[in-house]
């Protein structure tokens, strides 16, 4: 099966009439999309893992003869029932669809969600603030399905950055792995991992004891049976800019836990009892050596990584284990101060002033926190700003 990248992807979009100009957020709209659908569980992550496939094996131009001509059928038959039936313009029409038509039905409306994620600045009548494609905790009540609604909704169990190299990564996700299945009654796993670049989820399927690696660059998804291939295929998915995978030594991305309602305290239970493993203790804890360490091209930190999650006591720790850590740049010449001005979290720019970030330096395109606050239009952060 050929392997995909977000050009791909973003084809099959614009096959469908959506218009997008970059790749940002097509990642998380597939990433998160999965997550939802794993956790509503049965049925509907098997029609998911099919729209996946079917996306994934087919052209943009293939896929989207295919469901004009299932629209156009579909129509003719709800014209016909009308006639025959004698309804008026409007009575509701029921049609019954075949299988393929359902599957073909259901893709149409996926690419309608990646657009969701993919465009959020652009729906403002839907969020209370201006918010961006790596937000995507606040687009997800929009998303949730019946069968998730039926479980109480979906609910975020934890939210912890991470700089990791390939041995603390697969020792990580043994020992995760095992936690979970010894854990009576068995209770799945959902985690959203996420990059300065890139969104993918992973999904482990406990009572087959399996994993499944969901990411839009790699269609359609992997499934793993162990850490070790587990930490292979994160560090496939978050190193494709880099010429030499092979030679990059970690990765810094943010793991969010995912759990139903009728599941969270158990997942909670299972999460804070893993905290206290050597394996767990040696990958996330915030040393002098992991707060100096850079990831991949993007030259990423960890202070990058917990600013963009609005990760607190993160910060507060490496602020700690650095004094100054908090005012470096990177890869753009941003400093995490910037970054949180440009996602629009006030509480986060709070939280950095108070472990002295400093107002006065400049991004790489020459602004300061400020300026990019002016420039953005952030009115609640303009607001924290003025009061330091």
């Not at 990059?195 to 793993?224: Q, Y």
Request: with cysteine; glycine share 6%; hydrophobic share 40%.
């Amino acid at each position: 099966m050929p392997n995909y990248n977000h050009q791909h992807l973003r084809d099959h979009c614009k096959a469908q009439g959506y218009n997008y100009l970059a790749g940002y957020g097509l990642c998380a709209g597939v990433a998160q999309m999965a997550i939802q659908a794993f956790l509503a569980g049965g049925e509907e992550f098997l029609q998911f893992k099919k729209r996946l496939d079917l996306i994934a094996t087919s052209t943009p131009l293939e896929l989207s003869d295919r469901i004009r001509k299932a629209r156009e059928a579909i129509a003719e038959r709800s014209r016909r029932i009308r006639s025959e039936a004698k309804l008026a313009a409007n009575e509701v029409v029921i049609v019954d669809l075949t299988e393929e038509e359902e599957l073909l039905t259901e893709t149409e409306a996926f690419f309608g969600g990646i657009e969701l994620y993919q465009k959020s600045k652009q729906h403002r009548e839907l969020f209370t603030r201006l918010i961006s494609h790596q937000q995507v905790q606040d687009i997800l009540p929009f998303m949730e399905s019946t069968a998730l609604l039926e479980q109480g909704g979906m609910r975020v169990v934890d939210s912890f950055p991470g700089i990791y190299s390939r041995v603390e990564l697969q020792d990580y996700f043994n020992r995760l792995t095992q936690s979970f299945l010894h854990y009576h009654p068995r209770c799945d796993l959902a985690m959203g991992l996420g990059s300065m670049g890139h969104r993918i989820s992973i999904l482990f399927n406990s009572t087959e004891n399996r994993w499944l690696v969901i990411d839009a660059n790699n269609l359609p998804p992997k499934e793993v049976v162990n850490g070790a291939e587990l930490a292979s295929a994160v560090f496939v998915a978050f190193t494709q800019a880099d010429e030499e995978k092979s030679a990059v030594p970690s990765i810094a991305f943010n793991t969010t836990v995912y759990a139903t309602e009728t599941s969270h305290l158990s997942v909670k239970k299972i999460m804070q009892e893993l905290t206290h493993s050597t394996e767990y203790k040696r990958a996330h804890e915030i040393t002098l050596s992991k707060v100096n360490e850079r990831s991949g091209a993007l030259n990423t930190s960890l202070a990058n990584i917990a600013v963009r999650n609005g990760n607190h006591h993160v910060l507060k720790l490496i602020a700690r284990a650095k004094p100054g850590a908090l005012n470096e740049s990177g890869y753009m010449g941003e400093t995490p101060l910037h970054t949180a001005i440009d996602l629009n979290r006030p509480e986060t720019v709070r939280r950095l002033l108070d472990e002295k970030a400093s107002l006065e330096i400049k991004s790489g395109d020459g602004y300061t926190a400020f300026g990019v606050a002016v420039y953005l239009n952030n009115l609640e952060v303009m607001t924290v700003l003025l009061d330091e």
